[in-house]
């Protein structure tokens, strides 16, 4: 992986919804797109975009735009998304469920490997994903060198099982959780809470 100096988080988070709309290009059939274009889309100015993607290098020329398979592999690259990362989903209920057997992982780097839960009537295989003791979670992290865990358990599960996944290795966490976890500095934790998100849009109805 290419060294870059400090960007801002807020960059790298724009990165993912360059290479989505890049994705949505390519497959209506284009080749070259422009920063406009882009923009246009994606409701970004085109300024912005220009500037979010220099601080990786030079990725088009001014007048001809970007090609977009040689923009794609470089966003990719940069987000560590050109090859397979495997990930553990820790709470076998509905929500879990969902995101255990979610298609769209696959197709963008990443594989859910097994489920994890307490409740023995949830333990077994569960379509293409086998559903574990979460006593067995520790080994199974260590043994597979999994990075990537996604919390779905009550919120007041969350944390225990926060400190058993960062203890096991686990160095960055999406919580489905409506808690905010205390994490150190080397582990990064992502938040998925459609409640949150519902309570914002509401601010603008009448």
């Not at 097994?114 to 569960?126: I, T």
Request: hydrophobic share 40%; proline share 4%.
């Amino acid at each position: 992986m290419a060294s870059y100096p400090s960007i801002p988080d807020i960059v790298i988070g724009r990165l993912p919804i360059y290479l989505r709309a890049l994705s949505q290009l390519a497959q209506q059939g284009k080749t070259v797109t422009s920063s406009h274009e882009l923009g246009q889309r994606l409701g970004i100015s085109s300024a912005q975009i220009r500037k979010d993607l220099s601080h990786f290098g030079e990725f088009g020329k001014q007048g001809t735009g970007y090609q977009i398979s040689h923009l794609q592999a470089q966003l990719k690259q940069i987000l560590q998304v050109d090859r397979e990362w495997q990930m553990i989903v820790v709470g076998a209920g509905d929500l879990g469920r969902a995101i255990a057997h979610y298609r769209g992982f696959v197709s963008r780097g990443f594989r859910v490997v097994a489920a994890f839960d307490v409740d023995p009537a949830r333990l077994g295989r569960s379509g293409d994903v086998e559903v574990l003791h979460a006593s067995q979670m520790s080994d199974f992290i260590k043994q597979h060198n999994i990075q990537i865990a996604m919390i779905a358990v009550p919120a007041e599960n969350a944390q225990e099982v926060c400190d058993q996944l960062v203890a096991a290795g686990v160095r960055a966490i999406l919580n489905y959780a409506p808690i905010t976890l205390s994490v150190p500095s080397h582990v990064h934790v992502q938040y998925i809470d459609p409640v949150m998100h519902l309570q914002r849009m509401t601010y603008y109805l009448e």
